[in-house]
């Protein structure tokens, strides 16, 4: 199972240049089944976020509502469990807090790749980052 950062999903969205056509490509192989991948509730935030700053809200509601309805796509739930592991991954690893939840969704998941455009996951023993 791949685990997907929010910014494959603002890639998707927001660009369209090459890395938005990759990060779509992803994201329909995901649709169509032919990946397994989870993200989490915390990605919802980042995009829709993302979307009302560099368009509007009318399609920073588009884009949330896309996501939730996206087949196949695995959403994580942000809870105590996830929270408690993603501090100790802050401290570890010199993270940014949502890039620890993040990662803590990850490793609960049993996720062991990320696909992320953020190099600072390279650090990480226990995931292998792999680019957009």
Same mark, same amino acid.
């Given at each position: 199972?791949?685990? *997907?950062?929010?910014? !494959?999903?603002? +890639?998707?969205? /927001?660009?369209?240049?090459?890395?938005?056509?990759? $990060?779509? #490509?992803?994201?329909?192989?995901?649709?169509?089944?032919?990946?397994?991948?989870?993200?989490?509730?915390?990605?919802?935030?980042? *995009?829709?976020?993302? !979307?009302?700053? +560099?368009?509007? /809200?009318?399609?920073?509601?588009?884009?949330?509502? $896309?996501? #939730?309805?996206?087949?196949?796509?695995e959403l994580l739930d942000v809870k105590r469990d996830?929270?408690?592991?993603?501090?100790?991954?802050?401290?570890?690893?010199?993270?940014?807090?949502?890039?620890?939840?993040?990662?803590?969704?990850?490793?609960?998941?049993?996720?062991?790749?990320?696909?992320?455009?953020?190099?600072?996951?390279?650090?990480?023993?226990?995931?292998?980052?792999?680019?957009?």
């Amino acid at each position: 199972m791949l685990y *997907l950062d929010a910014n !494959v999903f603002v +890639y998707a969205t /927001l660009n369209q240049e090459d890395i938005g056509e990759r $990060a779509r #490509l992803i994201l329909k192989e995901v649709q169509e089944g032919k990946i397994s991948a989870a993200t989490s509730a915390l990605t919802f935030d980042e *995009l829709v976020w993302a !979307v009302r700053k +560099y368009r509007n /809200l009318e399609d920073a509601v588009s884009a949330g509502q $896309a996501f #939730l309805n996206m087949p196949s796509l695995e959403l994580l739930d942000v809870k105590r469990d996830v929270l408690s592991l993603a501090l100790g991954l802050m401290t570890r690893y010199r993270l940014e807090p949502r890039d620890s939840i993040h990662l803590a969704s990850a490793l609960l998941e049993n996720a062991r790749v990320i696909v992320s455009t953020d190099k600072h996951f390279d650090k990480v023993k226990e995931v292998k980052r792999r680019n957009i």
